[in-house]
């Protein structure tokens, strides 16, 4: 049973990343699924902190959609600025994780998602 659930994992983890990857290189890029993205992205980390919480006003200014669409659009991010966002959010998970045993991997050890961001 566990090796069928890590099938199922491995299986899920790798078409969203393919997905990731061909709306990325897609001429012009899927602005609008990657703005969906990081919107669900951040309404996800938010949703687990009080509203009055300093760490989550924290993420509701720093992880602005309209910013981040507008800039996306624009080509104002490079590959550099990306990968930055992404360790960002992963900081910003392992602050609100509320079990111990719940470990966010950090994107320096999944260093396959770094070439998409900068190709």
């Given at each position: 049973?566990?090796?069928?659930?890590?099938?199922?994992?491995?299986?899920?983890h790798?078409?969203?990343?393919?997905?990731?990857e061909?709306?990325?290189?897609?001429?012009?890029?899927?602005?609008?699924?990657?703005?969906?993205?990081?919107?669900?992205?951040?309404?996800?980390?938010?949703?687990?902190?009080?509203?009055?919480?300093?760490?989550?006003?924290?993420?509701?200014?720093?992880?602005?959609?309209?910013?981040?669409?507008?800039?996306?659009?624009?080509?104002?991010?490079?590959?550099?600025?990306?990968?930055?966002?992404?360790?960002?959010?992963?900081?910003?998970?392992?602050?609100?994780?509320?079990?111990?045993?719940?470990?966010?991997?950090?994107?320096?050890?999944?260093?396959?998602?770094?070439?998409?961001?900068?190709?």
């Amino acid at each position: 049973m566990e090796r069928i659930q890590k099938q199922i994992k491995d299986t899920y983890h790798k078409a969203f990343f393919d997905l990731l990857e061909q709306k990325v290189h897609e001429e012009p890029p899927d602005y609008d699924w990657i703005s969906k993205l990081y919107l669900e992205i951040r309404i996800k980390l938010t949703k687990l902190l009080k509203s009055s919480s300093t760490l989550r006003i924290e993420i509701e200014e720093k992880m602005d959609p309209t910013i981040f669409n507008q800039m996306m659009r624009n080509n104002a991010f490079n590959g550099t600025d990306l990968f930055n966002l992404i360790s960002y959010v992963f900081d910003k998970i392992r602050c609100s994780c509320p079990a111990p045993q719940l470990k966010a991997e950090s994107p320096a050890s999944g260093q396959s998602l770094f070439p998409l961001l900068i190709a």
